[in-house]
Protein backbone atom coordinates (compact mmCIF):
# COMPACT_ATOMS: atom_id res chain seq x y z
CA UNK A 1 0.00 0.00 0.00
CA UNK A 2 2.93 2.00 -0.35
CA UNK A 3 1.03 3.71 -2.97
CA UNK A 4 -1.64 5.02 -0.92
CA UNK A 5 0.76 6.01 1.64
CA UNK A 6 2.77 8.41 -0.89
CA UNK A 7 -0.21 10.00 -2.09
CA UNK A 8 -1.86 10.73 1.00
CA UNK A 9 1.34 12.24 2.89
CA UNK A 10 1.28 14.28 -0.26
CA UNK A 11 -2.22 15.18 -0.57
CA UNK A 12 -2.66 16.21 3.17
CA UNK A 13 -0.50 18.50 3.24
CA UNK A 14 -1.24 20.54 0.56
CA UNK A 15 -2.53 24.06 1.13
CA UNK A 16 -6.46 23.99 0.33
CA UNK A 17 -6.23 26.13 -3.28
CA UNK A 18 -3.59 23.50 -4.82
CA UNK A 19 -5.18 20.20 -6.85
CA UNK A 20 -3.13 16.92 -7.16
CA UNK A 21 -2.72 15.53 -10.77
CA UNK A 22 -1.51 11.47 -10.35
CA UNK A 23 0.94 11.38 -13.10
CA UNK A 24 0.34 7.63 -13.77
CA UNK A 25 1.98 7.32 -17.13
CA UNK A 26 3.31 3.92 -17.92
CA UNK A 27 1.99 2.62 -14.87
CA UNK A 28 -0.09 -0.84 -14.81
CA UNK A 29 -4.19 -0.14 -13.55
CA UNK A 30 -3.77 -2.50 -10.66
CA UNK A 31 -0.99 1.07 -9.69
CA UNK A 32 -3.62 3.69 -10.57
CA UNK A 33 -6.49 1.53 -8.96
CA UNK A 34 -4.27 1.85 -5.76
CA UNK A 35 -4.71 5.44 -5.83
CA UNK A 36 -8.21 5.59 -6.83
CA UNK A 37 -9.17 3.85 -3.83
CA UNK A 38 -7.50 6.29 -1.42
CA UNK A 39 -9.15 8.64 -3.29
CA UNK A 40 -7.68 10.05 -5.93
CA UNK A 41 -10.08 10.81 -8.76
CA UNK A 42 -7.17 13.20 -10.80
CA UNK A 43 -5.13 11.16 -13.30
CA UNK A 44 -2.29 12.77 -15.76
CA UNK A 45 -1.02 10.89 -18.53
CA UNK A 46 1.19 11.66 -21.41
CA UNK A 47 0.57 9.61 -24.41
CA UNK A 48 -3.18 9.65 -25.76
CA UNK A 49 -3.77 5.89 -26.37
CA UNK A 50 -2.45 4.99 -23.10
CA UNK A 51 -5.01 7.17 -21.60
CA UNK A 52 -7.65 6.37 -23.69
CA UNK A 53 -6.83 2.35 -23.09
CA UNK A 54 -7.20 3.69 -18.67
CA UNK A 55 -9.79 5.53 -19.34
CA UNK A 56 -11.66 2.39 -20.91
CA UNK A 57 -11.27 -0.09 -18.19
CA UNK A 58 -11.74 1.98 -15.37
CA UNK A 59 -14.42 3.80 -13.45
CA UNK A 60 -15.99 6.68 -14.98
CA UNK A 61 -15.86 9.40 -12.52
CA UNK A 62 -12.07 9.31 -12.62
CA UNK A 63 -11.02 12.79 -14.72
CA UNK A 64 -8.18 12.16 -16.96
CA UNK A 65 -5.61 14.76 -18.03
CA UNK A 66 -3.77 15.03 -20.71
CA UNK A 67 -0.05 16.47 -19.51
CA UNK A 68 2.40 15.39 -22.38
CA UNK A 69 2.91 16.74 -25.91
CA UNK A 70 0.02 16.43 -28.06
CA UNK A 71 0.08 15.44 -31.91
CA UNK A 72 -2.74 17.29 -33.85
CA UNK A 73 -3.86 14.23 -35.26
CA UNK A 74 -4.43 12.07 -32.08
CA UNK A 75 -6.44 14.89 -30.36
CA UNK A 76 -9.70 12.78 -31.68
CA UNK A 77 -9.14 9.63 -30.15
CA UNK A 78 -9.26 11.56 -26.58
CA UNK A 79 -11.49 14.28 -27.58
CA UNK A 80 -14.87 12.58 -25.85
CA UNK A 81 -13.67 12.40 -22.23
CA UNK A 82 -10.49 14.26 -21.60
CA UNK A 83 -10.79 16.65 -18.88
CA UNK A 84 -8.30 18.75 -19.50
CA UNK A 85 -5.23 19.17 -21.83
CA UNK A 86 -2.00 20.88 -20.12
CA UNK A 87 -0.37 21.05 -22.62
CA UNK A 88 -1.72 23.42 -25.66
CA UNK A 89 1.40 25.01 -27.05
CA UNK A 90 0.24 26.46 -30.42
CA UNK A 91 -2.90 27.75 -32.29
CA UNK A 92 -2.83 24.90 -34.72
CA UNK A 93 -3.16 22.51 -31.79
CA UNK A 94 -6.05 24.42 -29.76
CA UNK A 95 -8.27 24.89 -33.39
CA UNK A 96 -8.27 20.99 -33.94
CA UNK A 97 -9.35 20.69 -30.11
CA UNK A 98 -11.96 23.14 -30.63
CA UNK A 99 -12.85 21.02 -33.80
CA UNK A 100 -13.06 17.94 -32.34
CA UNK A 101 -14.82 19.26 -29.14
CA UNK A 102 -17.44 20.47 -31.39
CA UNK A 103 -18.01 16.75 -33.36
CA UNK A 104 -18.25 15.46 -29.33
CA UNK A 105 -20.25 17.80 -28.53
CA UNK A 106 -18.78 19.61 -25.58
CA UNK A 107 -16.40 22.39 -24.55
CA UNK A 108 -13.18 21.12 -23.43
CA UNK A 109 -11.05 22.71 -21.06
CA UNK A 110 -7.20 23.55 -22.02
CA UNK A 111 -4.01 25.33 -20.17
CA UNK A 112 -2.27 27.09 -22.89
CA UNK A 113 1.79 25.38 -21.97
CA UNK A 114 4.30 28.46 -21.59
CA UNK A 115 8.28 27.91 -22.40
CA UNK A 116 9.84 29.02 -19.31
CA UNK A 117 12.58 26.64 -19.01
CA UNK A 118 16.15 27.33 -20.59
CA UNK A 119 16.59 24.10 -22.47
CA UNK A 120 15.62 24.02 -26.44
CA UNK A 121 13.69 21.18 -25.98
CA UNK A 122 10.91 21.80 -23.98
CA UNK A 123 7.96 22.49 -25.76
CA UNK A 124 5.38 25.87 -25.30
CA UNK A 125 4.71 29.55 -26.21
CA UNK A 126 6.48 32.73 -25.60
CA UNK A 127 4.47 35.72 -24.12
CA UNK A 128 4.22 37.08 -27.77
CA UNK A 129 2.81 33.61 -28.85
CA UNK A 130 0.42 33.87 -26.20
CA UNK A 131 -0.62 37.02 -26.55
CA UNK A 132 -1.51 37.04 -30.48
CA UNK A 133 -3.41 33.44 -29.38
CA UNK A 134 -5.71 35.35 -27.15
CA UNK A 135 -6.22 38.43 -28.96
CA UNK A 136 -7.06 37.00 -32.81
CA UNK A 137 -10.86 36.81 -33.48
CA UNK A 138 -10.78 33.32 -34.91
CA UNK A 139 -9.92 32.52 -30.83
CA UNK A 140 -12.72 34.41 -29.61
CA UNK A 141 -15.06 32.62 -31.90
CA UNK A 142 -13.97 29.43 -30.75
CA UNK A 143 -17.14 28.14 -28.97
CA UNK A 144 -15.62 24.12 -28.08
CA UNK A 145 -12.57 25.28 -26.18
CA UNK A 146 -12.06 27.27 -22.97
CA UNK A 147 -8.96 28.20 -22.08
CA UNK A 148 -8.91 27.58 -18.05
CA UNK A 149 -5.11 28.81 -17.13
CA UNK A 150 -1.41 27.87 -17.97
CA UNK A 151 1.10 25.66 -17.90
CA UNK A 152 4.81 25.41 -17.56
CA UNK A 153 7.50 23.19 -16.38
CA UNK A 154 10.92 24.71 -15.01
CA UNK A 155 14.29 23.76 -16.14
CA UNK A 156 15.26 20.21 -15.51
CA UNK A 157 18.06 21.35 -12.81
CA UNK A 158 19.55 21.34 -8.45
CA UNK A 159 20.01 25.16 -8.80
CA UNK A 160 16.59 26.24 -6.96
CA UNK A 161 16.94 29.80 -8.11
CA UNK A 162 17.08 29.33 -11.57
CA UNK A 163 13.85 26.97 -11.00
CA UNK A 164 12.04 29.82 -8.89
CA UNK A 165 13.12 32.54 -11.22
CA UNK A 166 11.21 30.32 -14.16
CA UNK A 167 8.27 29.97 -11.88
CA UNK A 168 7.81 33.34 -10.61
CA UNK A 169 7.91 34.33 -14.54
CA UNK A 170 5.24 31.86 -15.38
CA UNK A 171 3.15 33.28 -12.38
CA UNK A 172 3.73 36.80 -13.43
CA UNK A 173 2.55 36.26 -16.89
CA UNK A 174 -0.43 34.39 -15.23
CA UNK A 175 -1.94 37.16 -12.78
CA UNK A 176 -0.99 39.91 -16.27
CA UNK A 177 -3.57 38.18 -18.10
CA UNK A 178 -6.00 37.88 -15.55
CA UNK A 179 -7.52 41.42 -16.55
CA UNK A 180 -8.04 39.81 -20.39
CA UNK A 181 -10.81 37.39 -19.44
CA UNK A 182 -12.92 36.72 -22.03
CA UNK A 183 -15.96 34.79 -22.53
CA UNK A 184 -13.65 31.51 -23.68
CA UNK A 185 -10.68 32.39 -21.44
CA UNK A 186 -11.03 32.62 -17.40
CA UNK A 187 -7.92 31.85 -15.89
CA UNK A 188 -7.78 29.95 -12.65
CA UNK A 189 -5.32 27.21 -13.20
CA UNK A 190 -1.62 27.43 -12.92
CA UNK A 191 -0.13 24.20 -13.30
CA UNK A 192 3.18 24.49 -12.42
CA UNK A 193 5.91 21.52 -9.72
CA UNK A 194 6.19 17.96 -10.41
CA UNK A 195 8.09 15.28 -8.11
CA UNK A 196 10.92 17.89 -7.78
CA UNK A 197 9.92 21.01 -7.87
CA UNK A 198 6.33 21.19 -6.83
CA UNK A 199 6.96 22.71 -3.11
CA UNK A 200 8.77 25.83 -4.58
CA UNK A 201 6.01 26.34 -7.29
CA UNK A 202 3.28 26.05 -4.21
CA UNK A 203 5.35 28.82 -2.67
CA UNK A 204 5.41 31.31 -5.85
CA UNK A 205 1.11 30.23 -5.99
CA UNK A 206 0.99 26.86 -8.17
CA UNK A 207 -2.44 25.76 -8.35
CA UNK A 208 -2.17 22.36 -9.75
CA UNK A 209 0.75 20.28 -9.69
CA UNK A 210 1.67 16.99 -11.21
CA UNK A 211 3.01 14.48 -9.38
CA UNK A 212 3.99 10.90 -10.90
CA UNK A 213 7.22 9.26 -9.03
CA UNK A 214 7.00 10.73 -5.39
CA UNK A 215 3.59 8.90 -5.64
CA UNK A 216 3.92 5.43 -7.99
CA UNK A 217 7.67 5.17 -7.53
CA UNK A 218 10.55 5.46 -10.39
CA UNK A 219 9.41 4.66 -13.92
C1 LIG B 1 6.04 12.87 -16.19
C2 LIG B 1 5.53 14.26 -16.00
C3 LIG B 1 5.27 14.77 -14.71
C4 LIG B 1 5.53 14.01 -13.43
O1 LIG B 1 6.90 13.90 -13.20
P1 LIG B 1 7.47 13.33 -11.81
O2 LIG B 1 8.84 13.90 -11.76
O3 LIG B 1 7.47 11.85 -11.93
O4 LIG B 1 6.60 13.82 -10.72
C5 LIG B 1 4.74 16.05 -14.62
N1 LIG B 1 4.49 16.79 -15.72
C6 LIG B 1 4.73 16.34 -16.96
C7 LIG B 1 4.43 17.22 -18.12
C8 LIG B 1 5.27 15.06 -17.14
O5 LIG B 1 5.52 14.63 -18.39
Redesign the pocket.
Known amino acids: MLIAENLLSIKNNLPEQVTLVA ?1 S ?1 TKPISDLMQAYDAGQRIF ?1 E ?1 KIQEMEGKWEQMPKDIQWHM ?2 HVQTNKVKFMAAFVSLI ?2 VDSFKLLKEVNKQALKNNRIIDCLLQMHIAEEETKFGLDEEELNSILASSEFKEMKNVRITGLMG ?1 ATFTDNQDQVKKEFSQLKSIFDELQSQETENCQLKTLSMG ?3 DYKPAIEIGSTMI ?5 IFGA ?1
Do not use: A, D, T, Y
Not at 210 to 214: D, E, K, N, Q, V
Open positions: VKGNIGHGMMSGRIGSSR
